[in-house]
């Protein structure tokens, strides 16, 4: 199992990680880090560390709710596209069946 070490505001956190996540993990730690000081930026005046992380994780939980809503939009028009495509191509097959059969009609009423 992996371990990196995180620091966020000066104070470094020890994290257990599958092996091969170091990295990813490092560099969520860094954003962290830069968020937090962004929001300890504009904090006036100036809070505490756990109400700094409180703060941090509401403004990710937010990132991550526009992200997902943006996710849902785009497979929704994605959807809704193919779904209109596929009526289309049903719409074509159902006119090519109907033309063939009145082309065999046709040659059956010379007959």
């Not at 990710?60 to 992200?67: G, H, M, N, R």
């Not at 994605?78 to 090519?96: F, L, M, Q």
């Amino acid at each position: 199992m992996g371990q990196v070490s995180i620091t966020i505001r000066g104070r470094a956190y020890q994290i257990a990680c599958d092996d091969g996540q170091e990295a990813h993990l490092a560099r969520l730690g860094r954003y962290l880090d830069e968020r937090a000081a962004q929001i300890a930026g504009t904090s006036r005046p100036a809070v505490g560390d756990q109400l700094l992380l409180v703060m941090l994780a509401l403004v990710v939980a937010d990132e991550l709710s526009d992200t997902v809503a943006e996710a849902e939009a785009t497979n929704s028009a994605a959807a809704k596209s193919a779904r209109a495509e596929a009526e289309n191509n049903a719409v074509d097959a159902i006119s090519a069946v109907a033309e063939r059969i009145e082309r065999i009609a046709a040659r059956l009423e010379g007959t």
